[in-house]
């Protein structure tokens, strides 16, 4: 299967990072440069976001629910609006608001490659472009939300 590398999907692509573990944000935002995209951020606040949206059209978006300023609905509801390609990257549980205001946002369970990230951001990113067939197999179904889990980065820590 070919992936967001392989197309250059990335460049020129403004992707707005929203993480309030400055780590995390970094290794997303460093990967993200990686592939060619703009990085917008990251930022560790719903509000810092949103006033980054006010100055930058974005393509995409990863952003953490739970923030520095409390959770990031008023962002994801941004986003939706302006019909942004989106990937949920949380540590814990979705909230229920997420589950039934945004049904088919992929969700990806930190702890999650900043790789991972990038090809879920990737199919949201073609789906929202009409262009999914170009990473698809045959037999590949669309589901209505999609889940990423992955193994510790760095085993022995949780």
Known sequence: ???????GLF????????EDEVFI???IATELECLGAQVVGPSATAQEGLQ???KNAVDGAIADVNLLDGDALPLLQRLAKEQVAVVIHTGGALPWVYHDRFPHLPVCTK???????A????GEILARAGEAERLSQPD????TRTIVTSPAIAPGLS
């Not at 090809?119 to 990737?122: P, Q, R, V």
């Not at 590949?140 to 589901?143: A, C, T, V």
């Open 1 to 7: 299967m070919r992936t967001a590398a392989d197309l």
């Open 11 to 18: 460049h020129d692509k403004k992707i707005l990072v929203v």
């Open 25 to 27: 944000a970094l290794d």
């Open 52 to 54: 980054l949206l006010e």
């Open 111 to 117: 702890p999650t490659t900043p790789m991972a990230l």
């Open 119 to 122: 090809e879920a951001l990737s």
């Open 140 to 143: 590949d179904r669309r589901l």
